[in-house]
């Protein structure tokens, strides 16, 4: 396990489990699912890394370049999350405040590629202190489709934050949870649905009077309430993307995308 800290805030990643934030703790209160808590199943705690695809692959099946391909399937009947959420991830650097860590995408997908890690915790000028992961695929060999994304789990002591969300659309879903395509106005909670036109950073409100701010260049958040926690998933695309809204990478062209986590105390800067 890897400690990062910068002033009262220590971020844990886990390099052997997915390189995944295992726990943040800020102001002294973990803000993020734990392992500790008994959630042990690597998708049900921490912040972890989706690539290269992030949510679910409808049956695990998608079509590129005239060929079609299985993955297979951890969410039944339905791949899910990506191949490197578990897998143990080397360390290229550490500081006290950064570590950046490296992985191959895996026999599991079709196509030689590698994941890149940065994590760091920091200032952002405008808060008490900021998270930030950053997150890159390289084809190390012929192109193929791919999408990046985060899955954070967050809790308030045992039950989820309050958070505000304005989205402008909602993808709509068939009876076997995955999207059409299709989108119209955003339903009632609880939501397990994947979002779009997210103009203002989602934030969330903790009891103790900590604020979470979230922002991403990933264009599509998909949030989801099971009742003990939220998560609220940045994602370069929607679930079912590498068929709905596939994006290349080329040798020479990788698929790059950030994630910040800053906070502030009662919506002011500290």
């Avoid at 339903?187 to 036109?197: I, L, N, T, V, Y």
């Amino acid at each position: 396990m890897i400690e990062l800290r910068n002033g009262s805030s220590t971020l844990l990643v886990d390099e052997q489990l997915g390189g995944r934030l295992a726990s943040l703790i800020v102001g002294g209160q973990e803000r993020l699912v734990t392992a500790n808590e008994g959630h042990t199943h690597p998708m049900l705690w921490g912040s972890y890394p989706m690539a290269p695809w992030a949510g679910r692959v409808r049956e695990g099946r998608f079509r590129f370049g005239g060929a079609t391909y299985q993955l297979p399937l951890r969410l039944p009947p339905h791949a899910g999350h990506g191949t490197v959420l578990d897998v143990e991830w080397d360390v290229v650097s550490q500081a006290r405040h950064s570590v950046r860590l490296v992985t191959e995408l895996g026999s599991n997908w079709p196509w030689p590629g590698r994941v890149t890690q940065e994590i760091a915790l920091q200032s952002d000028g405008r808060n008490e202190g900021a998270a930030r992961c950053w997150m890159s695929i390289e084809a190390l060999g012929s192109p193929f489709p791919a999408q990046v994304g985060w899955h954070p789990w967050f809790t308030d002591g045992g039950t989820p934050p309050a958070f505000r969300f304005h989205p402008a659309a909602m993808y709509e879903r068939d009876d076997s949870g995955i999207p059409t395509g299709d989108t119209g106005f955003p339903g009632p909670h609880p939501w397990d649905d994947c979002f779009a036109g997210v103009d203002e950073s989602p934030v969330l409100r903790y009891r103790d009077g900590l604020e979470l701010i979230l922002s991403s260049d990933c264009n599509h958040w998909v949030v989801y309430e099971p009742g003990h926690a939220v998560c609220v998933e940045p994602q370069s695309g929607p679930p079912d993307g590498l068929t709905l809204l596939p994006q290349v990478v080329e040798p020479d062209s990788p698929l790059s995308r950030t994630f910040v986590m800053a906070w502030r105390r009662n919506g002011t800067a500290a």
